[in-house]
């Protein structure tokens, strides 16, 4: 018989103690792998930005609008293949006040254009442009609100206050992560002929395909020198730095989430260190009679790691386990369909799954590591007398 098969068979001695050991080592992998996927699902709209999409804002803040004439001056750039520009609007269903979704005012003839990830039926593509109150509405927002092509709806303005009716022309689904399903995109048309004054003809931002994306910091700079010398100066970026310019808003609880796994982690150690210690001290004189036989105090310390490493991932492929159906299934799902802005894709990634794998072998090894060391120097007649 082997080290590591009479350690595993040594594991079940105590079956209650090992058991909850198991069951707290699962529960604190699933809440690892829980925050790691917020983590990762807050930032998969930065790892799949399009390369060849650059953003241009204010100077100042995203907050405060551009001209609308910027556009055309911008589809001048050398390198800039098309253009189109978007308004938040800010919207909200009058029946339901507490969901939220984005309501986003764009341009209806280079929007699908530019985002050609975006699939909608070209005969219902069609038919939102021809329509001035036409939107579309991403499939996650449709089965959730119960929506479908042809129903005509009320939206509430916060930002442009009144009751806005649209009709839905289309349903949409995206091939890639950066694209929020739970959006309600509709006719800047629609929206600025009923503006007057200083709000009349502007916009929020504007988006442009380039032809080569190793040339996205030089036509960044173009279009930036373009308005230096206007009014309203801009600042252009990439997607993806766009994307991490938002982010960063929310740097200091990525953080907190970040340190809170590490922190249950930790409390995993302890608790494989304590329940291996208690282990070692009540077998003591049982370790004793290995080395009386013959066993040398390396193998009795990898006897004590291997149970140790056992116990520790077990627990992580049950966490493993739990976390597909209720991380996975059900908080992704309610997250995709009620904050899908922040999070349009959360699912476990591979990384955070073999993560959990590697480290709950690795916090089992290591939480068995003192108590076999204190085994392993054990004298042969002192273990013997000791009652554990």
């Not at 479908?148 to 509430?156: H, K, P, Y």
């Not at 629609?190 to 040339?215: H, M």
């Not at 808003?249 to 291996?276: K, P, R």
């Amino acid at each position: 018989m082997r080290l590591s098969t009479l350690a595993v068979k040594n594991v079940w001695r105590n079956k209650l103690r090992t058991v909850l050991t198991i069951l707290a080592v699962a529960i604190a992998i699933l809440l690892f792998v829980t925050l790691r996927t917020v983590i990762s699902a807050w930032t998969s709209a930065i790892d799949a930005s399009a390369k060849d999409r650059i953003a241009t804002r204010h100077k100042i803040t995203f907050i405060m609008t551009l001209p609308v004439k910027y556009v055309e001056d911008i589809r001048q750039i050398p390198g800039v293949k098309q253009a189109t520009w978007m308004n938040w609007f800010g919207g909200k269903d009058p029946n339901r006040e507490n969901e939220f979704f984005a309501t986003i005012a764009v341009d209806k003839d280079s929007f699908l254009d530019v985002y050609d990830e975006i699939i909608v039926p070209p005969d219902q593509a069609e038919a939102w442009k021809q329509n001035r109150r036409g939107a579309l509405v991403g499939d996650v927002l449709a089965r959730k609100l119960g929506w479908n092509v042809g129903d005509t709806v009320t939206i509430r303005g916060t930002i442009f206050p009144g009751n806005w009716e649209f009709e839905i022309e289309g349903i949409y689904e995206a091939k890639r992560r950066s694209v929020d399903r739970s959006s309600f995109w509709f006719h800047w048309d629609y929206l600025n002929e009923s503006q007057s004054g200083p709000t009349k003809d502007q916009i929020g931002w504007i988006v442009s395909r380039i032809d080569d994306p190793a040339k996205s910091a030089d036509i960044s700079a173009a279009i930036d020198a373009k308005f230096d010398e206007r009014d309203v100066q801009t600042i252009t970026m990439s997607e993806r730095a766009m994307q991490a310019s938002f982010m960063g808003m929310f740097s200091a609880v990525l953080t907190a989430i970040d340190l809170m796994s590490l922190v249950i982690l930790g409390i995993m150690l302890l608790i494989l260190a304590n329940t291996i210690a208690m282990g070692v001290r009540e077998r003591t004189s049982e370790y004793g009679v290995l080395r009386a036989i013959g066993f040398r105090p390396p193998h009795i310390a990898q006897f004590i790691v291997a149970e140790s490493t056992f116990v520790g991932l077990i627990g992580g492929l049950i966490g493993l386990g739990l976390a597909y159906p209720l991380v996975e299934m059900g908080l992704g799902r309610f997250l995709e369909e009620n904050m899908g802005g922040m999070f349009p894709y959360f699912r476990i990634a591979n990384a955070t799954v073999i993560a959990a794998i590697v480290l709950s072998a690795a916090l089992g090894a290591v939480a068995g590591l003192v108590p076999a060391y204190q085994a392993s120097r054990l004298d042969v007649v002192d273990s013997l007398r000791r009652v554990g």
